[in-house]
């Protein structure tokens, strides 16, 4: 059996076994603050991440916002991404009294994990990553050190606070089981101090942006949670499409179409063929309308709550300064585990 089937096989049975024990569960997952969340990171991981906390598994959510200058010179505006950031986490219903959410530059002893880490892996195996070698490739650079050391960093982001379950997409998986080799080889080098973490797979489709490529702020095909009703109909607008006014699902041959087509059936829970059927050969016009309302609709009430508490930026910075806090202390614990395992503790 190779590793993705045992880990598609792990991540169904960790999912029943949540829902009746969330109390075993700690979930550790986040993002790097690179620009505005979108649709794609709604469907793709914030809603799971709501529905394992809403059962009550512990919940810490990082922004790695060191991870940010992976592939790229310049942090950009990583300030207002956190902000931003944490902006989504609270109107999708994270609740911050039951949940840590964190910058993990803010926390020296998480990156001091990073040496012992380091120690226990090869160059061999880190130029094996799968996910460094196609975002290398995308980043279109020389391969720096963070770059092919980050996810040694991500193991200690998991690591630091004992996570042992990660809601991911598929192109993490390889960062999980680096994490679960590290975890591994320092219980049988020093004493057992860390869980094996599980990879939590969300079972949500691909958001397509709205050119029919993935969904990314760096293609200017994603509609961001933040935007208003009207910014949103004027990229919908723009969206490319085709001249047949019949319209069908066919995300290979008609790409823009498409899109539309997925983004309307995720906000409204119908089925893609359907909307196509209703809309006939009302063109792509009809398509833009039906799109924009569906997003609309759906994203009103995220953004209702969005506002609130953006009209609040103090209580929003208290928010993650508290999370940066608690982080700290669950940092410090586990350095000194470390230490005591490592006979380092003078
Ligand atoms: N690499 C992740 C991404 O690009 C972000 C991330 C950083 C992360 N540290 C993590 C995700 C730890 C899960 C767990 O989306």
């Given at each position: ?14 999912r ?31 809603s ?71 120690s ?22 020389a ?10 960093h991500q ?68 509609i ?56 006939g ?57 470390v ?8």
């Amino acid at each position: 059996m190779n590793s993705l089937t045992a880990t598609l096989e792990r991540s169904d049975s960790v999912r029943a076994d949540v829902a009746d024990n969330p109390h075993r569960y700690r979930i550790l997952t986040g993002e790097r603050p690179t620009g505005p969340l979108h649709l794609g990171h709604y469907f793709g991981t914030l809603s799971e991440r709501v529905r394992l906390h809403r059962l009550g598994v512990d919940t810490v959510v990082i922004l790695a916002d060191y991870q940010v200058i992976t592939d790229r010179d310049a942090i950009g505006r990583v300030r207002e991404n956190v902000h931003g950031a944490v902006l989504d986490y609270l109107a999708a219903g994270i609740d911050p009294n039951r949940a840590v959410i964190f910058t993990h530059s803010a926390v020296p002893a998480l990156n001091q994990l990073l040496l012992p880490f380091l120690s226990l892996v090869t160059e061999a195996e880190l130029h094996r990553n799968p996910t460094v070698k196609t975002e290398l490739a995308a980043s279109g650079r020389a391969l720096s050190g963070l770059m092919l050391t980050y996810p040694v960093h991500q193991a200690a982001d998991i690591l630091f606070c004992k996570g042992n379950l990660v809601p991911v997409g598929k192109d993490q998986l390889p960062h999980i089981e680096l994490t679960r080799v590290i975890a591994r080889r320092f219980n049988e080098r020093y004493g057992e101090v860390f869980p094996e973490p599980h990879a939590l797979l969300t079972a949500a489709p691909e958001v397509p942006g709205l050119d029919g490529r993935k969904m990314s702020k760096s293609y200017g095909n994603a509609i961001a949670l933040s935007m208003t009703a009207d910014e949103t109909a004027a990229l919908i607008r723009r969206a490319p499409t085709d001249s047949q006014r019949l319209i069908t699902f066919d995300p290979a041959g008609r790409p823009g179409v498409s899109a539309l087509l997925t983004t309307a059936a995720l906000c409204t829970g119908a089925d893609e063929r359907e909307l196509a059927a209703e809309i006939g050969d009302a063109g792509a016009g009809a398509l833009k309308q039906l799109a924009t309302d569906a997003v609309n609709e759906f994203l009103a009430p995220h953004r209702r709550r969005r506002d609130e508490f953006a009209r609040d930026p103090g209580y929003v910075r208290g928010v993650l300064r508290d999370g940066n806090r608690r982080a700290d202390e669950m940092a410090d614990r586990t350095l000194g585990e470390v230490r005591d395992a490592m006979g380092t503790a003078y």
